[in-house]
């Protein structure tokens, strides 16, 4: 990649450098810096780059991802942008969704895209390796069950699992902050060390990222 940053902040916007065709993916603007294209990585958009702009982490631009949810690859697309090594592993069960994911896929030589119901890690096992990033975006009431199984399946050791966290689809009536309690709970008694812990609020309301580590 040269000089050229992955990643790119200007005047408070994330940009990410453009891998792709130099198309706009989901109607985000693009930007010329030094005769290259950026895409802005907008945070209402994509609860990553919610997560990097309210606590600056930096993401790694190398090793293979298991993304779970991943829909039609508004955030792949952004990870594929930054990865200068390793494969993103994107699973996806809506066909609607998998379909646009596809295409997204065959502009760029980092995505693997896998329809598949993330609850079923043993039907796509053969295809994904151990990875180092286990990422999950589901809105799935057995949120913490779903991101437990597919950690103990695919991540390796001292990996990263980045759980984006939707509370209502937990339980609705619930207070969000109980949830969470509950989560971090469920994280830690399976041995998880969280390393981040925050709410998205005010890009995704009710949800929460939480980053461990695995030991
Ligand atoms: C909030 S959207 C994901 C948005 C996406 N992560 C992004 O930032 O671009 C949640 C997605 O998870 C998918 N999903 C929900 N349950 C799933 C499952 N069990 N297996 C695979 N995908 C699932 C849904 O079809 C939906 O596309």
């Known amino acids: 990649m040269g000089l050229s940053p992955p990643i790119m902040w200007k005047e408070?916007?994330?940009f990410t450098l453009d891998r792709g065709p130099g198309r706009s993916v989901y109607g985000e603007s693009i930007i010329v810096v030094n005769g290259n294209s950026y895409r802005e990585w907008v945070p209402w958009r994509s609860k990553l780059s919610a997560l990097i702009?309210?606590?600056?982490?930096?993401?790694?631009?190398?090793g293979n991802i298991l993304y779970l949810g991943a829909a039609q690859g508004t955030t792949v697309s952004h990870i594929s942008d930054i990865m200068e090594e390793g494969?993103?592993?994107a699973v996806e069960f809506s066909e609607t969704a998998f379909r646009?994911?596809?295409?997204l896929a065959r502009e760029r030589n980092n995505i693997v895209p896998i329809l598949e119901d993330a609850f079923?890690?043993?039907?796509?096992?053969?295809v994904v390796p151990p990875v180092d990033i286990l990422y999950q975006d589901v809105s799935q009431k057995e949120q913490l069950k779903l991101f437990l199984l597919n950690l103990r399946t695919f991540l390796k050791r001292g990996g990263l699992g980045i759980l984006m966290l939707k509370s209502r689809s937990v339980d609705v009536t619930a207070r969000p902050a109980d949830i969470y309690r509950e989560v971090s709970t469920g994280l830690k008694e399976n041995n998880l060390d969280i390393e981040v812990f925050i709410e998205l609020d005010p890009f995704s309301v009710d949800h929460a990222a939480f980053?461990?580590?695995r030991k």
């Open 12 to 14: 408070g916007r994330i």
């Open 53 to 62: 702009k309210k606590t600056d982490m930096t993401f790694p631009g190398k």
């Open 87 to 89: 494969t993103i592993y």
């Open 100 to 103: 646009k994911l596809t295409y």
């Open 120 to 126: 079923h890690p043993e039907r796509f096992k053969m």
């Open 211 to 213: 980053v461990v580590k």
